[in-house]
Structures are given as C-alpha cells and as structure tokens.
C-alpha cells in the first residue's frame, strides 16, 4: 500500500496529484471538452444549415467563418480521439493536462480570433481550461499554461488590431484576462494544494485507524475471553476465536454459526429484563465447557448490537480447586501425622483385641467396628493427601481403544478369582485423544470398581460395559462405563461429584470429586448419564488437535 508521501511526486518543479485521482479528473475534463466542441460547432453551423437567426450567438465565427469552421471541426475531431480513446490509456498524467490545455488555447484561441476578439467572451473557455489544468499540474507547469493563455489573448487581440479597428476598452479587457488567469491559476494550485494536504492528513488518520483496527483485533482473536457479537434478534456477527472454539470448534468461520444458542439467547432475554442479576454458569453444547456469560450492549439505541463475553468456567474453577487443593494440602500435611499415629494405635489396640482368645463375643463385634472405621478414616487421609499430592497433566496422544484394553486386563487381574465380567466395544477405526495417560487411568479404574460392586450389589455378579466412541454432537471422543446396579436418582445424581458426598457407610466421596478433577486438568469432562437400568459415566476427551489449538493460544 502507498503511503500518504507518495501520492504525490515532482516533475519538473509541478506536483503531480494522486494517479487515480488525476485520471478522474482528466476523464471528466476530457468529457468537458467534448460536449464543448459540439456546442461551438453546432452553434456555428446551426444557423446556416436550418436558417436559424441566432440573436444571442450571432458573433460566432462572424468576423472570419472559414477560420472558426476549421478550428473547430480540429477541436471536435481531437476532443473525441482524446475523451473516447486515448484518455484511459493515458500514464503520464502531467504530460496529458499540458497537451489537452495548450490545444484548448490554440483551438479556443483561433475561434475567439474568428469570432472579433476578447468582447465575444469565449476567453473565459480558457479560463476554465487553465483552472482544470492547475488542478492537475501544480508549480511552475500550471504558471505556464496561464503565462501561453494570457499570451494568445494578448497575440489575438494584436492581431485584429491590424485588420479591424480595436476600442481601448479591448485592450484593457485583454489585460485584465491575461491578470485572472494568473490569478486562478495561483487561486487554483493553493487550493488544490490544501486539499492534497487534508487528505494526506486523512490518509494518515485512516492508516493509523486501520493499524489499531487490526491490532484491536489481533488482541481479540488471541484473548482467552470468548467474545461475541450478536444483533439484537441473536444473529452472530463477529466472533473471536476462543468464542467460536466454545460455541464449536469445528467451524472456524463465523458465517457458518449462525445464530446463538438457545441458551445464550434465553440468558440474554433474562439479562434484558434484570441486568443486575448474577446467570449462573451454563454448558451450551453436549460436551461442551461450562462457561460464565457477561453481556453489554455497546450504545442506548434501538437495535444497537450486543457484546456477549464468554468466560470459560472450568479454567476459572480449576484455578479455585487449586487454591483449594494448596490450602488443603498445607492443612493434611499439619495434621496428617497427629492424626494418622493416633489412629495407627487405635488400630493396633483393636486388633489386638480382637484376636484375643478371652474376649467375649459382643466386644468382638465392638472391635470390628472399631477396625472398620479406622480404616475408612485412613482411607480419607490417603485420598486427601492424593489431593494435595496431584501432579500436573503431562498430556499425551495416544489411541484410545488399545488404552482402555490394557486397563480391562489390569483391572481383572488384578480382581482375582471369580474374574469379573467386563464387556469391551469399540469401533474399528482409531480413537485418539490427548491426556495424560497414567491420570485417566486412575479415573478409569475408579469407574469400573464403582461399577462392579454395585453391579454385585443388585444382580450378585461383578460386570460392567465399557464403549468407546465418538459424541454425535459434539464429535468429541467418549468412554463410557456401564453397569447393571439398581440406578441413581435425580437428587443423588446432582450432588455426585461433590467432595465427601457418599450413598455408602464405608464411603470416602471423595472418589468421583477425584476423576473429575484428574479429568479437567486433562481437558476431559465426566458426567453422569441418566439410564433407565444401571448407571452410566461418561468421559469426553478433547481431540489432540483442539488440545494443540488451546496450547498455541496460550
């Protein structure tokens, strides 16, 4: 692109005007031309050939007719070659402008000659002519197509002196012409001038504008903060590309959106009715990120556009969960030994106990209890302290299928006799994803174990179903684990993955708060699925190369 300072350039002490803005000018001066030499033709032959007494223009071509009907069938003949084929193909605009005024002066010149002198007024032609020139050729070349002007007037005017008798107010006409085309042309380059300066100022504005414009937009399309904007009837206009990575991460063009969501356009109605209210974080798509929505509009009036923010909540909740974990693991490692040392005597003391042969049996069954709940509180300080101890994601891609095959053979070894029942299926083709492996193991062990023992609980068998696959939505890549235990209700289900919430007496409920903490850190989500037998969790992995998309933006 050209800059400001090179719109312009000097040629032989004349600045030449902006090219495009030059061939315009000069195509509408050549147009100018061309209607003027028909006119001064017409009005010549016009009387003759239909008889017409022409009371107004009888001067034309009066004092010699054979000189104006020459000039002016040269000028109409040079006027159309130059406004109908030569004016496009023109490149040197400077060159051009002089030829096209000079020509003017001769031909307008000849023709006032014809007509008796400067009285008849067609000097003014001129004077038109060596104003659109000045606007085109600036400097000493403008000064010089007044200069020949005002010479070919003067010359003229000579020239009728010796064949007609002049009145000295012709000559003082003649003086007072040569004197405005100097003036128009000093009158003509300053203005053409402080416009040339008012644009390259505006030239400048604008580059400077376009220049924040695109690095505005630069900082928008690499902010982690989706950000939308949406017409007031829900229609996408722009979108950055955490926002179209939230809303899918499929279509990277924003045409190919669309509308929002319903959700985001129920928000946002609810937003239009009370702005003070807090919305509660939402998923907008199946197996989408929860994300925190903030709307504004950009100005009062009717029909102005909305800015809609979308903050992704699981980053903001993962960095509280690590807050959380840091407090908790400072914590456990205070008390952890003042707790775990007691206990470990208790424990020791119970057992004890219990294999004394004197015991009566109702303390055995004391000691039982004892034992029992010494080991679930051991077994909270462990997961609590595995909380404390979570190692970063080191997230990895691999195929799913052969994974989740090698967690089966582990699990059912390592489950001993009777072997567990645990169905596999899976499409032929690869499944990959990128995590951290030895994390999502942990998840996926936690799940089948769930899953057999309430599986055991309800039929007497320990079985389960694992499927991978592909979600139909959202395209993500799935692990599902199944059982055949009596069901979750709805109440249950919405408290779930809350830390220390458990259905079980020898429960943690820490279990399922740790695979779905282990799975955000791996930009996986689990959720609870409703079935109508059994129960089933889901996992949805994020696509390696989503994964290397959020890894480059951030």
């Not at 008012?198 to 690095?215: D, F, H, N, Y």
Request: proline share 4%; aromatic share 6%; net charge positive.
């Amino acid at each position: 692109m050209a800059t400001p300072a090179s719109s312009t350039s000097t040629v032989g002490g004349a600045a030449a005007a902006d090219p495009a803005q030059s061939r315009r000018i000069l195509r509408l001066f050549s147009y100018y031309r061309l209607v003027l030499s028909i006119l001064l033709l017409g009005l010549f032959s016009g009387a003759g050939l239909f008889s017409i007494t022409w009371t107004s223009f009888d001067f034309i071509g009066a004092h010699d007719p054979r000189v104006y009907s020459v000039s002016a069938v040269l000028y109409l003949a040079q006027a159309m070659v130059i406004a109908l084929i030569l004016i496009e193909r023109v490149q040197r605009f400077t060159f051009a402008t002089l030829m096209m005024v000079l020509i003017d002066i001769i031909a307008l010149s000849a023709m006032m000659y014809a007509s008796g002198g400067v009285q008849t007024g067609l000097s003014n032609l001129i004077l038109i002519s060596v104003a659109a020139g000045n606007i085109v050729v600036q400097g000493r070349l403008g000064l010089l197509m007044a200069a020949v002007a005002s010479l070919a007037v003067i010359y003229t005017t000579l020239l009728l002196s010796l064949t007609t008798q002049q009145s000295p107010q012709a000559y003082v006409q003649t003086g007072l012409i040569g004197a405005f085309f100097f003036a128009i042309a000093f009158l003509i380059q300053g203005l053409a001038q402080r416009i040339r300066r008012t644009e390259q100022v505006a030239q400048e504005r604008a580059q400077a504008i376009s220049k924040l414009e695109m690095l505005n937009e630069h900082i928008i399309e690499r902010m982690q903060t989706g950000v939308i904007a949406v017409s007031h009837n829900g229609l996408i206009q722009t979108a950055n590309v955490a926002a179209r990575r939230i809303l899918d991460p499929h279509h990277s063009d924003v045409s190919a959106l669309g509308f929002l969501p319903a959700k985001l356009i129920d928000l946002m109605q609810k937003w239009q009715h009370n702005p003070l209210q807090s919305l509660p974080p939402v998923q907008l798509r199946e197996g989408g990120t929860r994300v925190q929505v903030t709307f504004t509009k950009l100005d009062n009036s009717r029909g102005s556009p909305f800015l809609i923010y979308l903050e992704d909540a699981t980053r903001t909740t993962h960095q509280a969960q690590q807050l959380k974990l840091a407090s908790l693991g400072r914590l456990t490692a205070g008390i952890a030994h003042e707790i775990r040392n007691p206990l470990g005597a208790i424990s020791q003391a119970a057992q004890l106990l219990h294999e004394s042969p004197s015991i009566p049996e109702g303390d055995v069954r004391l000691t039982n209890i004892i034992l029992d709940h010494s080991q679930r509180m051991n077994r909270i300080i462990e997961n609590i302290l595995e909380l404390s101890r979570r190692k970063s994601a080191l997230p990895e891609d691999f195929d799913l299928i052969p994974w989740a095959q090698e967690v089966i053979r582990d699990c059912q070894q390592a489950a001993g006799n009777p072997r567990p029942k645990i169905a596999f299926e899976a499409p032929e083709q690869k499944i990959l994803v990128s995590c951290d492996p030895s994390q999502m193991r942990q998840v996926l062990n936690n799940l089948i174990d769930n899953g057999m023992r309430y599986s055991e609980k309800h039929t007497g068998r320990r079985s389960v179903r694992i499927r991978c696959g592909t979600s139909r939505k959202s395209r993500r890549p799935t692990l599902e684990v199944f059982d055949e235990g009596p069901g979750i209700s709805e109440d249950v289900a919405a408290q779930l993955f809350e830390p220390f919430f458990t259905t079980e007496a020898q429960g943690t409920g820490l279990g399922l708060y740790l695979s779905r903490e282990i799975c955000e850190a791996n930009r996986a989500q689990i959720e609870f699925v409703n079935m109508h037998k059994g129960a089933c969790f889901r996992i949805l992995f994020a696509e390696p190369e989503i994964v290397q998309a959020q890894r480059t933006h951030q």
